[in-house]
């Protein structure tokens, strides 16, 4: 039945129109947009994983800061440490030198004061961001630092961080306190006692040493210069724990940082396979829907003029 009132071919055309311009316009938004899933709206499930971990990354890349101020520190550190140990190589010379008989034991200890007096300025100097792992006072005690490593989820959605620690009571190189040098306490400040060394007697002998900073010769027997060599040895020692501990932890933490950047990259590849658009697929439906677009157009312009031909039958 052919009806001036309803153009049924019309109609057709028309929402066959409607709904080449809908997905026409889905397709130039993922286009433009770069996405397939840019809203919950485009798909729920793909979209709220993607936020979330979009989410994790970022608190990811702050987890990547916090280990370069973590490395920085170290590095600081383990300078510190490796200027001193040549400083009290020094020291060690100067002790051996003064055991030598005849030797000015006064202009001797000129010379190690100066030598103290740099191991203090070392000591102060290393410190990065507020924080000094070798010099210590009442306001800035030793104990555990925390180094942010890593960001977790797990499988409920929990999330917690992970730490990489370190107890700078092992690399404090000077412990002061109101009065002045502690000799609790400190590779260069603590006092060690029954050090074993060999006497003016050929006899193993034992005794207190005060501390590398505390050392003073002017009046030092043969006696006390053994026992301040041996002192100063053991300092040396630890010492070098302190560095080959912390050179570790750097090591530690450069793999931590290497392995959070690779994290960071897969989850942003993860993320795109979900969400992002195939822009050789998007163009070519964008090309297929241009020319139906152009078919439903000529349709519809088809079905309208048809009515038109109801005239020819009055004439």
Known sequence: MTSIMT?????????????????????????????????????????????TM???????????????????TTDVAYTALTSSIDVVDQIKTKLTAASQPGVDKNKVQKEITQLQDQLLSIAKSASFSGQNWVFNDPANATGTQSIVGSFNRDASGNVSLTTLQYNTGSSSLILMNATGFDNTGGILTRERTTQEYVNSLGDTASGTFTGVMQI??????????????????????????????????????????SFVADLMDSIDMGVGKLVDAD????????????????????????????SQNILSLFR
């Open 279 to 306: 822009m050789n697929e998007e163009s070519t439906r964008l090309k297929a829907l241009q020319t139906q677009q152009q078919l439903g157009i000529q349709a519809l312009s088809i079905a309208n003029n048809s």
């Open 216 to 257: 003073d010769i002017e009046n030092a027997t043969f006696d006390d210069l053994q026992l301040s060599l041996v002192g100063v040895e053991a300092a040396l020692q630890d010492m070098t724990n302190a560095a080959a501990d912390i050179g570790a932890l750097n090591s530690r933490i450069d793999l931590q940082s």
């Open 7 to 51: 153009n049924s071919a019309a109609i057709a055309a028309l929402s066959t129109l409607r709904s080449i311009n809908s997905s026409m316009e889905a397709t130039q938004n993922r286009i433009s947009s770069g996405y397939r899933v840019e809203s919950a709206a485009d798909n729920a499930a793909y979209w709220s994983i993607a936020t």
């Open 54 to 72: 979009r989410s994790d990354n970022k608190a990811l890349s702050t987890v990547k800061d916090a280990l370069g101020l973590g490395a920085a």
